[in-house]
């Protein structure tokens, strides 16, 4: 059985690293072709120690997703084979993965098994269980190998998830969503529980911040999709939330919405704290433990998902760190189309027919989208019926007059609210590009949106659809700057969109 594959090891440093290399390399089975281990260590000073054919290459201490990538592309093997830092592969992993890989030819990656070795004398402790999650985890990088060829398809890992965390879900998804086949290896690595100090599960709450970047490139469902149990976020901001509003009572001298606040509070906290305490060893050590990171971690989580909030647009627009080669990947299945100023001429709040201009060569860049088959909808806000300029039956008007001049260019999604309303249909909201995706039948991710402003790119990005802005003079610099793709006009948009071909295809053909 011949396998062609390269082992990449992104690590900080840690000791368990040499354990790794030196059960690596016993053991039987195929060798690798080449061990890459990524010294990702922020602070190098001295070289990385390693036995004698193992390569190093320079991490750019930016978190496990941009170190892995850095592996990847230095790997030359038909298969790259990902091991965390702190795994050790029994003797037989090789020999399996060996297996794994040439089973089912057709696969693009093959994920193998995670066991936690944990105590057997007594209960484990909540951090433990912690790290027993792995095994349940779908798309672990651990112990995941891809096809090289694959991970270039999709651009490998998305460098703006920071943490050991959700980077391997993301890519599953987008994996996945590229037609590409993730199987599960029958090969296994052993996860022991490493060291964690009191703050571990107090840190961990960081990983909130990657579930909100999660959520605004997958859609409101990616948990179901990328097999992820729903966490205690909504507990943890209920009761943060229930605390702050006793206090704020407390503050103004108001005792009985203060004693029903604090006390909703401690009900939330003791939950919290019986649900961590009740399957675990229950020593005086960590029960401790569980009381004071039971009272902190809810408000520490919904700092973070704030903070997560907060930067969601900054991380979204971070095209720089996003994988473009995903992007070009696929011919899209249905293209969203703005209406002022990408299909017709921009006449704010118009109401009047008679005054819709077609901009130069939208007509043959509509047809030509028809003709490839591509499904069309167009995604409008309209905030002048909100504003009271202007009613609905004006702009259906107006709307019926481009489908009159560019033929029929399948559902209106309009947003009559202004921009003051809160709603979350109004671009750079994902609310109009998800509806048009469900009516027209394609998940998000096979969607493009042609629009002329940063809001119609970022309402794209955050409903994971891939946006192509075609400024105008009145597009912001700033806003194109930050489009991860650009087209001199709406032809130049559509010959983007349709002249991709096959990435899957050419990707496993390389
Ligand atoms: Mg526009
Ligand atoms: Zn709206």
């Known amino acids: 059985m011949s396998v062609s594959y390269d082992v990449v090891i992104p690590s900080t440093g840690r000791e368990s690293l040499g354990r790794l290399l030196r059960a690596l390399r016993t053991g039987y089975g195929p060798l690798p072709e080449r061990v890459l281990v990524v010294d990702d260590r922020p602070d190098a000073e001295r070289p990385l120690t390693v036995p004698e054919g193992v390569e190093v290459v320079r991490g750019p201490a930016r978190g496990p997703a941009a170190a892995r990538n850095v592996g990847w592309r230095a790997a030359s093997a038909e298969w790259v084979a990902f091991l965390d830092d702190d795994v050790v592969p029994p003797s037989g992993w090789r020999d399996a993965l060996a297996g794994d890989l040439s089973r089912p030819p057709e696969a693009a990656a093959s994920q193998g098994r995670i066991v936690v070795p944990l105590p057997r004398h007594r209960r484990p402790t909540d951090w433990e269980r912690n790290v027993a999650g792995l095994e349940r985890a779908r798309w672990a990088t651990a112990d995941m190998a891809?096809?090289?060829?694959?991970?270039?398809?999709?651009?490998?890992?998305?460098?703006?998830?920071?943490?050991?965390?959700?980077e391997d879900s993301d890519l599953g998804l987008r994996l996945t969503n590229a037609g590409f086949r993730v199987e599960r290896g029958?090969?296994?690595?052993?996860?022991?529980?490493?060291?964690?100090?009191?703050?571990?599960?107090?840190?961990?709450?960081?990983?909130?911040?990657?579930?909100?970047?999660?959520?605004?490139?997958?859609?409101?469902?990616?948990?179901?999709?990328?097999?992820?149990?729903?966490?205690?976020?909504?507990?943890?901001?209920?009761?943060?939330?229930?605390?702050?509003?006793?206090?704020?009572?407390?503050a103004a001298r108001r005792p009985t919405p203060a004693a029903v606040g604090l006390g909703l509070w401690a009900v939330g906290t003791a939950e919290l704290a019986c649900a961590r305490i009740?399957?675990?060893?229950?020593?005086?050590?960590?029960?401790?433990?569980?009381?004071?990171?039971?009272?902190l971690m809810p408000p520490v989580a919904a700092l973070q998902w704030g903070l997560g909030h907060a930067r969601r647009r900054r991380l979204l627009a971070d095209a720089?760190?996003?994988?473009?080669?995903?992007?070009?990947?696929?011919?899209?299945?249905?293209?969203?189309?703005?209406r002022d100023g990408t299909l017709i001429e921009d006449v704010p709040y118009n109401g009047d027919p008679r005054r819709v201009r077609p901009v130069p060569g939208a007509r043959r860049a509509v047809e030509r989208l028809r003709h490839a088959g591509v499904k069309l909808a167009v995604v409008s806000n309209q905030s002048g019926i909100g504003r009271g300029l202007i009613d609905e039956r004006q702009v259906a008007a107006v709307n019926a007059r481009v489908d009159e001049l560019l033929g029929p260019l399948g559902p209106w999604l309009v947003c009559p609210h202004p921009p003051d309303a809160g709603c979350d249909c109004r671009k750079p909201g994902p609310g109009l590009v998800l509806r048009a995706a469900e009516r027209l039948g394609v998940a998000p991710e096979h969607c493009a949106v042609i629009g002329d402003i940063g809001a119609d790119v970022e309402a794209a990005m955050a409903a994971g659809a891939r946006p192509v802005l075609v400024p105008t003079p009145r597009t912001r610099r700033e806003e194109i700057a930050a489009a991860p793709e650009v087209a001199g006009s709406l032809a130049e948009a559509v010959d983007r969109l349709l002249d991709t071909g096959d990435a899957r295809t050419e990707a496993l053909a390389a």
Not at 323 to 335: D, F, G, I, N
């Open 146 to 166: 891809f096809r090289r060829c694959a991970l270039a398809a999709v651009g490998g890992f998305d460098e703006r998830f920071r943490h050991a965390y959700r």
């Open 320 to 338: 720089a760190r996003a994988p473009r080669a995903e992007r070009a990947a696929a011919r899209p299945l249905a293209v969203l189309l703005d």
């Open 278 to 295: 009740a399957p675990g060893p229950r020593a005086t050590r960590e029960v401790a433990l569980m009381l004071w990171t039971s009272a």
């Open 186 to 250: 029958r090969r296994h690595v052993l996860h022991p529980v490493g060291p964690a100090d009191p703050w571990t599960s107090l840190r961990l709450q960081a990983g909130n911040v990657d579930d909100v970047l999660m959520r605004a490139l997958h859609g409101p469902r990616w948990r179901e999709r990328a097999g992820a149990p729903r966490g205690r976020l909504r507990r943890h901001l209920a009761t943060t939330a229930a605390g702050l509003s006793g206090l704020a009572a407390l």
